[in-house]
Nanobody, 122 residues
Framework: QVQLVESGGGLVQAGDSLRLACVAS????????MGWFRQGPGKEREFVAA????????NYLDSVKGRFTISRDNAKNTVYLQMNSLKPEDTAVYYC???????????????WGQGTQVTVSS
């Protein structure tokens, strides 16, 4: 089992920045691919960013490329999502996700956090 706890959400204005953090406990964090997903009002959950166990692989949703940065600190069992130049359309509940296999992140067998709300006002 892996437990994930997100923090760092909040209410900000368009153009502001936020940094989300997700602390993992349970199994060996460094062996898991990690990622962030989000679910906006009336929308399905969507992929935002992913990072491989060593940090050597990183991928982003096209609409956040150049604005969001995912990173991880295996010594602290923590994955981060730095979000800059936030837009109202980034408003969503952001979920941390973990899976032993990067290619299956978000699918069956994924561990999920409880989510943290990000609200961006115009």
């Amino acid at each position: 089992q892996v437990q994930l706890v997100e923090s760092g959400g909040g209410l900000v204005q368009a153009g502001d920045s936020l940094r989300l953090a997700c602390v993992a406990s349970g199994r060996t964090f460094s062996s898991f691919a990690m990622g962030w997903f989000r679910q906006g009002p009336g929308k399905e959950r969507e992929f935002v960013a992913a990072i491989g166990w060593s940090g050597g692989y990183i991928n982003y949703l096209d609409s956040v490329k150049g604005r969001f940065t995912i990173s991880r600190d295996n010594a602290k069992n923590t994955v981060y999502l730095q979000m800059n130049s936030l837009k109202p359309e980034d408003t969503a509940v952001y979920y941390c996700a973990a899976h032993p296999r990067l290619g299956t992140l978000g699918r069956f067998g994924t561990y999920w956090g409880q989510g943290t709300q990000v609200t961006v006002s115009s």
